[in-house]
């Protein structure tokens, strides 16, 4: 009977270790895909101001997903939920002064911001093609090196 616990503190000390992996590289994914999503969302938000299709507050909501960028009573405010530090704050810079020139600085202040997350973009890319396999390869032989260790 004895063996049977063993086996199952070796099972879960080994699904432990996976999983964290798995989830690191995970979360790179969700970091990548939700970069290119704002690259696009300021594409599509670029597209309306020129057009002048109405006032900031509705033209955000209308260009972003739910729950990426929406407006409160202290202005735009940006969803941080997968992005790191540098990508926050450079979306926290750029809906800081959103809407106080006219439409055709606008626009351009908008290209600007979206050639620094297309940076951004290719280089979650590039950092999810190297590491999200090393990830996932890491946390199984980490726990397999476990069980053995534990055996």
Do not use: H
Not at 85 to 98: H, Q, T, V, W
Not at 99 to 113: I, N, P, Q
């Amino acid at each position: 009977m004895a063996w049977l616990f063993k086996l199952s503190g070796l099972l879960i000390v080994f699904t432990a270790a996976a999983l964290t992996g798995f989830l690191k590289s995970l979360q790179l994914k969700k970091r990548y895909r939700k970069l290119c999503g704002i690259y696009r969302s300021l594409s599509d938000l670029r597209e309306r101001v020129r057009l002048g299709t109405g006032e900031i507050e509705r033209i955000v909501a209308q260009s972003f997903e739910d729950g990426t960028a929406f407006y409160t009573n202290r202005g735009i405010q940006i969803n941080p939920a997968f992005l790191e530090k540098e990508d926050a704050a450079l979306l926290e810079e750029y809906f800081s002064d959103i809407g106080m020139s006219d439409a055709e600085s606008e626009c351009e202040r908008t290209g600007l911001y979206m050639n620094l997350l297309k940076k951004k973009c290719d280089e979650a890319e590039k950092k999810c093609g190297e590491l999200c396999r090393l990830y996932n390869a890491l946390g199984i032989l980490c726990g397999i090196f476990i069980c053995i260790f534990f055996l």
